[in-house]
């Protein structure tokens, strides 16, 4: 009987192999990770600048002229209509003109990268004048720079990720399955905001809101990998977390904003749940819930897909492959 490939195979051989799978996945990942991170600037965004008709005309000109295809600019009448803007996540900053000159009116919470962009960029404008800023809507002052938002975010997406996979593994019932993910998805949102708003301070809204945002993420995230895991088996949950983490994150723009990454993929970013979740918990944070539609229902959607996978998907990757396994029948013996 021929030994099995496993005992012929030199255990050299197979050490290479693994090292060398691991260097073709790294090679990949580097740049995708790293790129977005070092090649960050202004790409079409949206920005307002306030004030009378031709001072509004000639601001914006320059403002084109000094980073051609950077703003996607729009024009108002006056500062409470650009501040307004801002509340309304319709932009991330103003220059507004007025007697004394041109003021930026910034709004932090949405990006504190963004504003000391725009803040470096109306200093070059006015020819190293100091320029007033006011900010409209500034981030947590326990978190002024968003590193905590963005660093907090981070295992949210770790733990659905792996909620997602253990549940897929381990529970062989659709219905428990389903009990699983809502279940982790109610508990992974009030434990986020009590840790992020209420312990670590780096969120200030309000806090159910930020709550249930956390939870339809969890939900999205959690069940894309297990609604995949249901349907391919094994591959379906790898298919998973590189949606919703290995893409995802370096893509979502949570630290940042996606305007500044390199297009497409910013604005790619905004469809994976990472992305989409982050952008929704600052809406439900820092702005009373204003740009939470259009990611609140990319992760909806997520949600339910996952959800509608997991009840006709297989029962599980335990259950498939012992599915697949010949029936073994006892062997009847005779006296």
Known sequence: MPAHPSRIRSPWLLAALVASLAVVVQAPLVPLFAAPAAHLAPRDLPVVVAGPAPATAELAARLAAARPGGFAVTTLPDAAAADRALRDREAYAAYVVGPDGVALHTAPAASPTVAALLTEAATQLSAGRPVPVVPVV???????????????????????????????????????????????????????????????????????????????????????????????????????????????????????????????????????????????????AFFDGAGAGRPAAVLAGYALVGLALVLVGRRSVRAGVADAAPERRPVEVTL
């Open 138 to 284: 500034p981030a947590d002052p326990d978190d002024p720079r968003g590193a905590g938002f963005a660093a907090g975010f981070l295992p949210l997406a770790l733990t659905a990720m792996l909620a997602g996979a253990l549940l897929t593994v381990l529970i062989a019932r659709r219905g428990a399955r389903l009990f699983g993910l809502v279940g982790f998805a109610v508990v992974a949102g009030l434990a986020g905001a009590a840790v992020l708003h209420g312990w670590l301070g780096v969120l200030d809204g309000d806090v159910w809101r930020e709550a249930a945002a956390m939870g339809l993420f969890a939900l999205a995230a959690a069940g894309t990998v297990a609604g995949l895991g249901a349907l391919l088996g094994a591959p379906g949950i790898g298919l998973g977390a590189l949606l919703v983490f290995l893409v995802g994150n370096p893509l979502s723009a949570v630290a940042a904003a996606p305007e500044l990454l390199p297009q497409p993929w910013g604005a790619v970013g905004q469809y994976l749940p990472v992305g989409a979740g982050g952008t929704l918990l600052r809406s439900a």
